[in-house]
């Protein structure tokens, strides 16, 4: 008798592992729903970790306002679906109390301005935990991250003071007024996920699948043509056969050429990809170490 | 982005089926500044195609304005910006490939002295550790060190990649000369699978093709081995080990007496049927059921996270564990350990602190320091012991409640467990439990 799991058996395990240490660990613990396919995965893994009990904790949408109509269908379904409870901090209130000053210009993003309104948010709630749906093999910066990963109590990250974490045992003690970011999707790659969903039979938005959309070059990257990204007079709108490989915020997500219709379709153009799926995040290009000063300063 | 339209020859027969027959297999390198960790790493992603074409294109811009002449593959495995300011790497970053056979973890640690506690915390999950040495330095220090922490930590399988060998004109004398060395020196480790490879990192040469240059290397491909080595029987399936992790209690209409309990198993199978005993209460019980998500299981074993319903309502809570009548782990309040020290100040003789053991928690105050240990040579230094950050020793531990544990040796969930500081609330030992 040979007892062996696959690669996508043995990662569920171990995120459920992490998921149910976060609700015997923490207090007041939350899923920060992006909408994009990591959080919609982290969503199905807690049902799984405890069924037949509800997921025991709310989702916090940190919502920058500039969202595809889509992500805002997807996820009052799931919420529906699922029976569990939703909280959304709102960017655009942060604006309208003074909170953050909204950037100028053709570039303009609320992608810095979300880490303010999730700080609020976090305040709000008094959550002790924020899950989230970051990979390790994402990014640069993310490699070195923990499962579990405290913060203090501005909600900074420290990259040269992270505790140790050894074998399965995850040390999530604090002090008043810290908190701790929690991914229990860490050691998945972009294809382990989509291999995932696919053997699972995950429903997932639509605009992971190819579609007509009319979209325009902008620095090599393909943004949707939207009332949120003012354009140059030189960028002229096209209509192309496209798909996304990230969701997040409309100003700041690229899309990709691709016919790929279906999950199977997908895992293929991901197997053959020569790109990163952050490679059309604009969010990253801006310099080389930009997505690790975001997380110091408290960006999931 | 146009770029979804180039493919990768190599994976246009990518069988969207295959995954579901890939294992996981994680691995630990650790070597000494310089002896070609990263070129070595850059080079397994590169030729496994696991680099894309983004990344490339950044640490091609990135040599290019260091002044270097060629693309440094070594770029590939830097982490933070302070870190690529000083050029080192001084924390543990874990990397992700996978070939049509398996799905790889590197957990990728510097190898200084100073950084030992980072080398424990790759070792503690891997099932392989690759140790580089450099052809023509021979074994130094550094490579018993990290042979003896992956000997320390259980890693099951060494893959020891003497490199460079282009420097030393391929020659299989110079090979031979260190394998005998380090043959007898490994006698000494508890880790018996180990493999030798002569390899060049920055020509390519043995790590995933054969050798041009070493035709008299009889020995398999760096590859070949991470793909095929066997891991299936590394994980024990014979002691069957449950700790309880937390109650599942729906209090819903439909589901009104439920009552599971869900964990990760951490040794041995669990099936329907079962007569388990609840530890450390001594209560019996039958398994009723073994279930995920609502799914029942005909059985299930370690690492599967699973929810156990029992025949009888007995109180049963976070850090109990169920075990098999005729197969129970040790009890105790006494504990001896080895353990790698994490924390600032030195571990305190009657020192208190926080101990974490499978889902259990409880304070454990430090009875007796009983010796460090030379982590380059086990000598073992017994007069006035003090263990500081990085050090490695033996310690007795005497806890508020009962443990129930394995040794480290034959189980290294039930047989590990860390120390945490009172206050800072700090991780700061690694222990392992001895017989
Ligand atoms: N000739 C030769 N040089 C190598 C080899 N592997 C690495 N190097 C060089 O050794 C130096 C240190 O390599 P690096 O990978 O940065 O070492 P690390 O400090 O162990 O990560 C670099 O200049 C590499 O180009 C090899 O197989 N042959």
New binding site residues.
Partial sequence: MSYTLNHLKTLEAESIFVLREVAAQFQNPAILFSGGKDSILVTYLAKKAFYPAPIPFPLVHIDTGHNFEETITYRDNLVKKLNVKLIVGSVQESIDTGRVAEEKGYSASRIRLQTTTLLDTIEKYKFDCCMGGARRDEEKARAKERFFSHRDEFGQWDPKNQRPELWNLFNGKMQVGENFRVFPISNWTELDVWQYLAMEGIEMPSLYFSHKRRVFDRDGTLLAESPYIPMKPTEVVEEMVVRFRTIGDITSTGATLSTAATLDDIIQEVASSRTTERGGRADDKRSESSMEDRKKEGYF | MTTSEIRNPQSEIFDSNSYLNMELLRFTTA?????????????LLYDSKSIFEDQYENIKATSERRGESTV???LF?DGLKAEREQG??IDVAYRYFSTPKRKFIIADTP?HIQYTRNMVTGASTANLAII?VDARQGIVEQTRRHSIIASLLGIPHIAVCI?????VNHEEAVFNNIVAEYREFATRLKTKDIHFIP?????G?NVVHRSENMKWCEGVTLMYLLENIHIASDINHIDMRFPVQYVVRPYSDEFHDYRGYAGRISSGVIRKGDKVIVLPSGFTSTVKSVELDGKELKEAFAPLSVTVQLEDDIDISRGDMLVREGNVPKQSQDIEAMVCWMGEKPIQLNGKYFLKHTSKEVRAVVKEIKYKMDINSLHRITENPSIGMNDVGRISLRTTAPLCFDAYTKNRDTGSFILIEEGSNVTVGACMIID
Wanted: proline share 0%; no cysteine; aromatic share 0%.
């Fill in positions: 070597g000494s500044v310089d002896d070609g960790k990263s070129t070595l790493i850059g080079r440094n593959l070594a495995t080192i790497t190898g580089l490199n460079k060998m282009d420097l390899i060049s990192a920055l020509n040469d």
